[in-house]
Antibody
């Protein structure tokens, strides 16, 4: 059974960089090339926002609203993909989910449990 | 970006009764050449990640009880829970994947009356 687990600091200072890693178990990031791997966030008590995603080849998509601050990378040998979000503010406080979705249509069908990142000094 | 608007924001339904959630998109989600609506529904229980229930507006994921059904086309969609069970208490989200970025509705909280 595929499992995703996000990890990283739970507290980040304003203006610094938020860095998270998602580790995939029970499957391979490039097994069939049929999926993207992505990040979605949810501010406390609010809705869901798509951050971006990455294909095993390294091809990426970023939400234009965050594009200038986001980098997503993949390390297939470690079965991990990562999120970097620069120049964070309190508005970036959220539960960050890593997820997988089919290549052909962007409906995440496997999600990690999520990790809360708080931006505060 | 396509704006997704759900109604109501919350509803309370008696056990065994029907719950209906509406979702409107700011533009059509029907991909004519494929005759498919690029609309999905998710269920999020407290403290858990969302769970994909339905894609293509009406196709249930494997293992999803048949009391959940999706309908609609174009820009108007509905999620029905035919007979509400206690385990259905959750927030439900619609999502469009017709264009990037994918966007979600604000969520509808379903509770037991």
């Amino acid at each position: 059974q595929l499992q995703l687990q996000a990890s990283g600091p739970g507290l980040v200072k304003p203006s610094e960089t938020l860095s998270l890693t998602c580790t995939v178990s029970g499957g391979s990031i490039y097994s069939s090339g049929s999926h993207y791997w992505g990040w979605i966030r949810q501010p406390p008590g609010k809705g869901l926002e798509w951050i971006g995603n990455i294909y095993y080849s390294g091809s990426t998509y970023y939400n234009p609203s965050l594009k200038s601050r986001v980098t997503i990378s993949v390390d297939t040998s470690k079965k991990q993909f990562s999120l970097n979000l620069t120049s964070v503010t309190a508005a970036d406080t959220a539960v960050y989910y890593c997820a997988r979705h089919p290549y052909a249509f962007w409906t995440p069908d496997s999600w990690g449990q999520g990790t809360l990142v708080t931006v505060s000094s | 970006d396509i704006v997704m608007t759900q109604s109501p924001d919350s509803l309370a339904v008696s056990l065994g009764e029907r719950a209906t959630i509406n979702c409107k998109s700011s533009q059509s989600l029907l991909y004519d050449s494929k005759n498919k609506n690029y609309l999905a529904w998710y269920q999020q229980k407290a403290g858990q990640p969302p769970k994909l229930l339905i894609h293509w507006a009406s196709t249930r994921e494997s293992g999803v009880p048949d009391r959940f059904s999706g309908s609609g086309s174009g820009a108007d969609f509905t999620l029905d829970i035919s007979s509400l069970q206690a385990e259905d208490v959750a927030v439900y989200y619609c999502q469009q994947y017709y264009s990037t970025p994918p966007t979600f509705g604000q969520g509808t909280k379903v509770e037991i009356k």
